[in-house]
Nanobody
């Protein structure tokens, strides 16, 4: 059974930092895209940052230069370091895994990030 265990999140003042982590278990990762997505109230889920087994990384334009995605634990954990947070970053953040073959997607339960003074 594939599981994505998220940790991190919480409330921080503008300009502050938070770190999200997501550990995948129950699957051998080969060809995949793994990363972080967020959802604002009433909006569709959007990409924040993703990485692949080959370390191909993309960032949403709104977070470039402020957020950093990284992997550890042999690639089974993906982290999102969020610096210089803004109130506009307030959202529910989800860890997501897309496996290329066989094609399948998995999601974490989501974690709230609130940036407020």
């Amino acid at each position: 059974q594939v599981q994505l265990a998220e940790s991190g999140g919480g409330r921080v003042h503008p300009g502050g930092s938070l770190r999200l982590s997501c550990t995948v278990s129950g699957i051998n990762l080969t060809l995949y895209v793994m990363g972080w997505y967020r959802q604002f109230p009433g909006k569709e889920r959007e990409v924040v940052a993703t990485t692949t087994g080959a370390n191909n990384i993309i960032y949403a334009d709104s977070v470039k230069g402020r957020f950093t995605i990284s992997k550890d634990n042999g690639g089974n954990t993906v982290n999102l370091q969020m610096d210089r947070l803004e109130p506009e970053d307030t959202a529910v953040y989800y860890c997501g895994l897309l496996v290329v073959s066989p094609y399948s997607t998995y999601w974490g339960q989501g974690t709230q990030v609130t940036v407020s003074s």
